[in-house]
């Protein structure tokens, strides 16, 4: 993610002590960023993750893109985000980015090159 813009304004480490009050139902995949291996910062007080990120804000890219639950190119495509619309990117793994318009989702999967430009 060298070079992503980093928004700081939106999103910021809760304050006190972090901890859960109770079982939380595991959310459906694709709907809340939240993976066991990390999830939004949104969600640091609500649901349990290993890492927290404060995502890179970027732009879907003028052709819109399509979200799936899996970083392959025969994995199903259950949403798309429309062209120009706001992707808070999460994780990068090869020529694959996982995000999400907002912490209430939807999150999946696209193609990095699926983006706008990073604006210089």
């Not at 199903?76 to 619309?85: D, G, H, I, K, P």
């Not at 808070?88 to 430009?117: F, H, M, Q």
């Amino acid at each position: 993610m060298s070079g992503a813009a980093r928004d700081t304004t939106d999103y910021a480490v809760p304050a006190g002590v972090l901890g859960l009050k109770g079982p939380v139902e595991k959310p459906a995949p694709g709907t809340l960023p939240l993976r066991g291996d990390l999830a939004h910062m949104a969600l640091a007080e609500t649901h349990l993750a290993a890492h927290y990120v404060i995502p890179h804000h970027r732009t879907v890219g003028a052709a819109g893109v399509g979200l799936r639950l899996s970083p392959r190119d025969d994995a199903e495509v259950f949403t798309t985000l429309a062209a120009r619309s706001r992707f808070e990117l999460l994780d990068v793994a090869g020529d694959w980015v996982w995000g999400c318009p907002s912490p209430s989702g939807p999150t999946g999967w696209c193609r990095a090159s699926e983006l706008a430009p990073e604006e210089a």
